[in-house]
């Protein structure tokens, strides 16, 4: 079970903000984050739980091992504002996901 | 640059088998892990399992006995058939070309970097 905090996130843009996923399970590194808009299919932001996807700008970074991972998005821009989810590939099947923390402005 | 379009019907009665096609262009499914995964409000994202070029299936335990997944190379196409459903299969249904790394045949790694825009399917009367 992978478990996501906060599940709301209010912030300003400009502001630095931490996302937390924690496992039930050691995970060593593998561990995936997706950013989610509203009517779009998620987008691969971090794999390997700390190696940005191709086209992800460095404010965001992936960190953690073991049980407890976190994505950091520094200097938020109004792009940024989504659902944010985790995704284990662990021990499965079956693939997990985590019930997303909602970022949004204040 | 790889793209994937799911169709198939929105809307299906309970107890039927729904069924969704993945068009896949800008590519070839050969050599490649095709995947579907479902997204609820009830659930949330729900991985259904993943089909290779090849034949490979792995499906999540929790479908298992209701789901097929198949590839037909000659149309470049990935299929679900889901079988005996109900309103709790009610979800926007995504395919995705996972990245899988395997390592003397054991998959290592598996996350999703290219997805489709999916479809909604809603099982009701």
């Known amino acids: 079970v992978l478990t996501q905090s906060p599940a709301t996130l209010s912030a300003s843009p400009g502001e630095t903000v931490t996302l937390s996923c924690r496992s039930d399970l050691h995970l060593g590194s593998d561990l995936a984050w997706y950013q989610q808009k509203p009517g779009q299919a998620p987008r691969l932001v971090i794999h390997s739980a700390a190696t940005r996807a191709t086209g992800v700008p460095t404010r965001f970074s992936g960190s953690g091992s073991g049980t407890d991972f976190s994505l950091t998005i520094t200097s938020l821009q109004s792009d940024d504002f989504a659902i944010y989810y985790c995704q284990q590939y662990k021990k499965w099947p079956p693939i997990t996901f985590g019930q997303g923390t909602r970022l949004e402005i204040k | 640059q790889v793209q994937l379009q799911e169709s198939g019907p929105g809307l299906v009665k309970p107890s039927d088998t729904l069924s969704l096609t993945c068009s896949v262009s800008g590519g070839s499914l050969s050599g490649f892990y095709w995947s579907w995964v479902r997204q609820s409000p009830v659930k949330g994202l729900e991985w259904i399992g993943f089909?290779?070029?090849?034949?490979?299936?792995n499906y999540n335990p929790s479908l298992r006995s209701r789901l097929i997944l198949s590839v037909d190379s000659s149309k470049n196409e990935i299929s679900l058939r889901l079988s005996s459903v109900t309103a709790a299969d009610t979800a926007v249904y995504f395919c995705?070309?996972?990245?899988?790394?395997?390592?003397?045949?054991?998959?290592?790694?598996?996350?999703?970097?290219?997805w489709g825009r999916g479809t909604l399917v809603t099982v009701s009367s």
């Open positions: 089909v290779h070029s090849k034949g490979r299936t």
């Open positions: 995705a070309r996972p990245t899988v790394l395997t390592i003397f045949g054991v998959i290592e790694k598996y996350f999703i970097d290219v």
